[in-house]
């Protein structure tokens, strides 16, 4: 194994935690979107208080935080209805002319400080939710709504982005110094969190309780340094690909390591003995966290990652 780090390092990683910093966003989190969707449920009958749920995704997920995490959670709503409008409803015209008077604003490049300025002016004003269409209304809607709802329950100096596919939070007055929130609209069936890709391809069905089982059983079986391996890897992979995959693809990785290589009290020797295990073995053959029939590579949620994990072992 090449030296890209030695024992100070590995035992630094764990000396400044606090789970207590992270219980505190998601707190706050809930807080303000339950009443945001107070506010939005008089409007869309698809969205009450009792239908939605806020769930941790990614590092929030475990606790393994590291100061390069993000604070991912999926805004899970039960609503048939809402599901079916993302699958089936169609308005190919008037589709055409959202997409081209988008492209034609994309062109414009705003400025980056006049973007703000136009934020900052909506939470002022409070909420503006365009018509409720029941036959039309989807996650996309849902989306454009919810940063309404949500900018209002905000303070003035904290901005709330629409990006594809989630909105983006951030403010430090209202959630303290960290990067940003990461809320990303999904459907939830009770069992399945699930991901809209597009018409075509439909959803992307996220087991979190399989995920939950798995880890559980897994902390059991390796104890509490299965938890703390999570965070390492995440800071090592960080820093020699200057990337972080995927949080499934580490729990997935770690998860396959035998248990016996995570007993000891030298967490230095212990992440060597398994990035030589690794370094030894066909993790093609490794098996996903969240879908134990589905191999770590092939996982809509962790395949991506290959390349990623490739860089890392070239370099660790």
């Not at 995920?211 to 938890?227: P, Q, S």
């Amino acid at each position: 194994m090449k030296k890209t780090f030695d024992r100070k390092y590995i035992e630094n990683i764990l000396k400044d935690e606090d789970t207590s910093f992270s219980e505190k966003i998601y707190f706050t989190l809930l807080n303000v979107v339950g009443l945001a969707v107070e506010d939005l449920s008089t409007k869309v009958p698809f969205i009450t208080i009792d239908n939605v749920i806020i769930q941790p995704v990614n590092e929030t997920f475990n606790g393994a935080m590291t100061p390069m995490s993000k604070y991912v959670y999926y805004f899970g709503v039960a609503s048939p209805q809402l599901e079916y409008n993302c699958l089936y409803y169609k308005d190919g015209w008037k589709k055409f002319k959202k997409r081209f008077a988008r492209a034609w604003q994309d062109s414009k490049r705003k400025s980056k400080r006049k973007l703000k300025k136009e934020l900052l002016k909506k939470q002022l004003q409070g909420p503006e939710y365009e018509e409720f269409e029941p036959e039309k209304y989807n996650l996309e809607s849902l989306k454009k709504d919810l940063q309404n709802a949500i900018a209002a329950q905000l303070s003035e100096t904290s901005l709330v982005y629409n990006l594809p596919n989630k909105l983006v939070i951030q403010g430090k007055d209202d959630f303290g110094s960290i990067s940003q929130i990461e809320l990303i609209p999904v459907i939830y069936d009770g069992t399945y969190f699930k991901y809209f890709i597009n018409r075509r391809k439909g959803f992307m069905n996220i087991n979190m309780d399989e995920r939950l089982i798995n880890f559980n059983i897994k902390y059991e079986l390796a104890g509490d340094n299965f938890l703390k391996m999570i965070k390492i890897f995440n800071n090592l992979f960080k820093n020699l690909t200057k990337e972080i995959p995927s949080q499934f693809f580490i729990e997935s990785l770690l998860y396959n390591v035998p248990d016996n290589l995570f007993v000891g009290n030298d967490l230095y020797q212990i992440t060597v003995n398994i990035i030589n295990y690794l370094q030894m073995t066909s993790v093609e053959d490794f098996v996903a966290i969240h879908d134990k029939k589905s191999k770590i590579f092939k996982s809509e949620l962790t395949k991506d990652s290959a390349i990623i994990y490739n860089k890392f072992i070239k370099n660790v």
